[in-house]
Every structure is written in structure tokens, then in C-alpha cells.
């Protein structure tokens, strides 16, 4: 009896260890952080999912920080008053409306990935493997009305953009304003709900014949080029490079004869190839190993660089400056060496003089 309690003690105390022991295991290490939902992480090398996203538009207009419920994202670095698809305009592509950006990295974010409101970094987004869009919104389409909102991540939804929260993610036009350019400064700052029709609530992109009756002006098809970006690698500078020494020179060639000439073609002959031992046919079916390890392919994705003609890139380089100046905060992706000489620590109260007390 006391054998057969030690050996079911055993089995238990054996299948309480697998479960940590197996590869499906994963252990969350956020020591040294009071938040346990956040830990930054400012090494831009350290972006491997999303190598095709690690380009100097972000990481100079923000940084890369590590949030435990979608991994790896990018925060820019904005005044507080900033929110997503504000800074640009809506263009028409004969199929889609597109959203043209003044921000330098709107040809990335604004087409790809998702966007969260994080309460310790702001606005946040979340790249992804999706492919390129013509803009990734929530569109209200509501009266006279059009609202957008950016794509949330795991398909959630923001709420309408009549409700109080405490984020309020939408920008809201007058439909004869939707075309306008520099959109932000026709913004509607309030909306209230009693200006709406609940039954005429559309949750598509705006019809162009609806958005035609209200504008004066015909609305221009705009043709959109896409060009792949390449993130190349700089090559690895090999401090010992090898020595090729040139071929030697010989004047005296070997003499090499010519192979004899065979006068007596082969004789052909009818009697068939003797094979000693003929394969043996078998009706049993080929053995299939379904035990293989599946083994991830490298990313060789590349992104979308949206390219607009030239009337479409003239409004872009008549706002991009203003926002560029008075919205966003641009950081030198390079670490910064400081040259200035190192001070002992002690105060030199002469360098604090000024020029009557030098006299």
C-alpha cells in the first residue's frame, strides 16, 4: 500500500513539471518596470518581424517601444494635440479615396498596420503583414456628414464620434469641405448627436456621385504609382581582405600531342543489354513522414512607396514644411557623440564671469 502511494505522488509530481518544461511555454519577464503591461525598448536594430518597417522616416520622427499586447510598435514623436489622418487630404483614384499625407511617414502608417491610444505613450501604431490600402480608416458617413477614424487593431471599432470618452479619435468634415486640401483646418470640432438621422448612419467609404452633388468643382481622378521600397543592408567591411597574387608568366607552354585518330567505327550490333538485376514492382505506396518541422521563410516582403503626380506632390510640399515645423519633434536616428571636454567636477567660477568682471 505505501509503494502504491509514493508511485502516484511520483506521476503527479512528474505531470505538474511538463507543462513548464514544454516549448508552448511562455514566461513574461518585466522586472524593472512599475507599468507590467509596458517596457521600452529603444534599439532600432532590434525590429527583426518587421524589418521591411525599420526605415529612417520613423525612426527619425519616433521611436520603437515594446507594449506586451502587441509587441513591437512605433510612437512618433508629436505635440499632444496630434491624432492620425489629419495632416493631408482625400484624393480619388477612380476606385478608392486615398489619403495623402504631409507627414514624412505617412506613406508607411497611414497605409499599413493599425493605430491604438495608449495611456503612458499617446497615439501608437501597430505595424502588421497586411498589404498596401488606400487608407486605413473607419469611415461615418452620416447627413451632411463624413467622418473618419484610423484602423484599430484585432478588428475593434471606435465608438460614434458624437459620444463622450475620453479619446476622441475622429475627424469630421462638412461633405462639401471632404476635398478640400490641408483637411484639418475644416475639422468640425463638435458634433452633436441630434444632427444626425440614426437611419441615414452609413459605415463605408463615401459614395463619389453623393460627394460630387456637393461639390462644385468636378473631382479629378488621380493616378496613384507604387513602388516597392528595398531595405538594403550595408555591406560588412572585411578588415583582412585576401591577397591575389597574378598568374605566373610561362614561356616555355607544355607540349601536349594530339589524341590518336580511331579509323574503326563501332560495330553495331542487335542484340539487346542483359540487366542482372531488373528493378522489382511493388503495389505498396510510398511511405509519408508528417512529422516535419516547419520552418519559418525570411521575410522578403517590401513595402509600398505610394508615388502621386506632380499636382498631387505640390499641395504635399506646400503644407509638409508648416507640419513638419509646428507638429512634429524630429530625432536623429544616430547615436549623437559628444566632443565637448570632460569637466573634473569642480565649479569654475571664471568661466561664469562676465565680460565687466574679466576686465
Known sequence: MKKKILTISFMALIAWIIPGCSTGF????????????????????NNSDYDEYNVDDL???????????????????VIDSWQPFTNGHWTYDGNDWVWVSYEPFGWIV?????WENSPDYGWIWIPGRDA?????????????????APMRANNRQWSEPWENNSVHPWMVVRMEDFNREN?????VPTVSRSNNNQNQIQR????????QSHIKEPIKIVKIDKEPTRIET???RNSNPQVVTPPVKNDNPTYRPDPPRNDNPPVKTNTPVQIDNPPVRTNTPPVINRNTTNVRTPNTRNIIHMQVPQEEKQKVDRYQPKVVKDVLIKKNPRPVINTAPKSDGRNNNNDKKSGDDKR
Open 59 to 77: 525612426n527619425q520622427y519616433g521611436e520603437w517601444v515594446n507594449i506586451n499586447e502587441y509587441g513591437r510598435v512605433w510612437h512618433p514623436s
Open 204 to 211: 463605408r467609404q463615401p459614395d463619389l456621385k453623393i460627394v
Open 234 to 236: 550595408p555591406p560588412v
Open 183 to 187: 483637411i484639418i483646418s475644416y475639422n
Open 110 to 114: 497611414y497605409h499599413y498596420g493599425s
Open 26 to 45: 511562455i514566461a513574461q519577464d518585466n522586472s524593472g518596470n512599475n507599468n507590467p503591461n509596458y517596457t521600452v525598448n529603444n534599439n532600432q536594430d
Open 132 to 148: 498596401w490600402s488606400p487608407a486605413r480608416v473607419q469611415w461615418i458617413d452620416y447627413g451632411d456628414n463624413i467622418g473618419w
